[in-house]
């Protein structure tokens, strides 16, 4: 961290900061100039708050050095994070996880449907809303419970995984006991409280990217999951809120070689919610891959236009197995493979 005080301020001031920067046990570095002094700290300054030492008198500017963020920080591990769920290995560097299915679980029937398409597509990996964060109130909120136990049975008999989103706190428990990732949806991912509760279990966490939320925050928000004891998260860019109306999101592509630049936790793309649009998912897809997704999420419905949540971009089981033919070759040429 980097402490300017203000020119003319009295060295009173700056010794007050060295006293103060002292007390965390942190080593500050003075160096007094003709018209200002400005202070160096050294050691871990993650601790310090900016915005208190700027109430300081004297202090003009206080920039830090080190990332706000350090368990997931690439700086602190730099070999990258693979998670193994039904044998993909999330985040291994050859390998591109695909995870299908439909926005919520809505029968049984639907579930098997879907599922027994997508067995023979080879995915292992099923998404499926029982817990559904919806923006109205009137609007279906998913079956809870059963939905949940319709998933489990229906991933067991195909041989698949379950990822599923849990809403609150309360719901953990269950949640956990029939999902092989939990999901923590845009909606929450500045819920801290729901954040520091998923860090004290050990199953993977798939943490969307908040709407709003900068990256930084994004990542701060997967300091919270490792902080509190949960090493198994993977980051999903799921696009952001921009100015343009015409997706219903903007698919932030870039966060996928940023974030994996700055961390070493897998991340994902999820087109769907990213895009809202049928016709951009698999381009989106491909893209995506492109920029070295570690997999992807996409919603997969057997019948869209009958479904009772986000039916203007769910994709037919057809749709989605020339998707994955069609993406298998970008993957190719990035070196990996769709698992
Ligand atoms: C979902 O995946 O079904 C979902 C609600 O996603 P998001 O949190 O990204 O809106
Ligand atoms: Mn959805």
Redesign the pocket.
């Known amino acids: 961290m980097i402490i300017i005080m203000r020119a003319g301020a009295p060295k009173a001031h700056a010794e007050r900061i060295v006293q103060e920067i002292e007390t965390f046990k942190l080593t500050p570095v003075p160096m007094f100039g003709v018209e200002r002094t400005v202070i160096a700290v050294i050691g871990d300054e993650r601790n310090l708050s900016i915005n208190q030492l700027e109430a300081f008198p004297g202090v003009e500017k206080v920039m830090r050095v080190l990332k706000p963020y350090k368990l997931v920080s690439r700086e602190t591990k730099k070999e990258k994070t693979v998670i193994t769920v039904n044998g993909v290995k999330i985040g291994h560097e050859k390998v591109v996880a695909a995870m299908a299915g439909p ?1 919520s679980v809505e029968s049984e029937e639907q579930m098997e449907e879907v599922c027994s398409k997508l067995q023979k597509l080879g995915i292992k990996l099923l998404r499926g ?1 029982a817990y ?2 919806r923006t109205g109130p009137y609007s279906f909120q998913g079956l809870g419970p059963e939905g949940l136990d319709i998933m489990r049975r229906a991933a067991d008999r195909h041989g698949m995984a379950v990822i599923t ?1 849990v809403l609150d706190i309360r719901d953990i428990d269950e949640v956990a006991a029939k999902a092989d990732i939990l ?1 923590i ?3 929450n991912m500045q819920n801290y409280a729901l954040l520091k509760e998923v860090g004290k279990i050990q199953k993977p966490i798939m943490l ?1 990217r908040g709407m709003n939320s900068t990256i930084e925050e994004w990542l701060l928000a997967a300091e919270y999951i490792l902080a509190n004891g949960n090493p198994n998260v993977i980051l999903c860019e ?1 696009g952001i809120r921009t100015f343009e109306d015409a997706t219903r999101n903007t698919l932030a592509i870039d966060a996928v070689p940023l974030v994996k630049e700055l961390s070493h936790l897998p991340v994902i793309i ?1 087109p769907t ?1 990213g895009t809202g649009k049928k016709s951009l998912i698999e381009p989106m897809t491909k893209a995506g891959i492109a920029a070295g997704a570690d997999g992807f999420i996409i919603e997969v419905h057997p019948n869209p236009e009958a479904a009772l949540s ?1 039916a203007q971009q769910q994709i037919t089981p057809k749709e989605f197995a020339t998707l994955l033919k069609n993406c298998k070759v970008i993957a190719q040429a990035v070196n990996k493979e769709i698992k």
């Open positions: 926005c809303g559904k964060p989103e999901q949806g845009t909606r969307k799921r999820d919610h986000d």
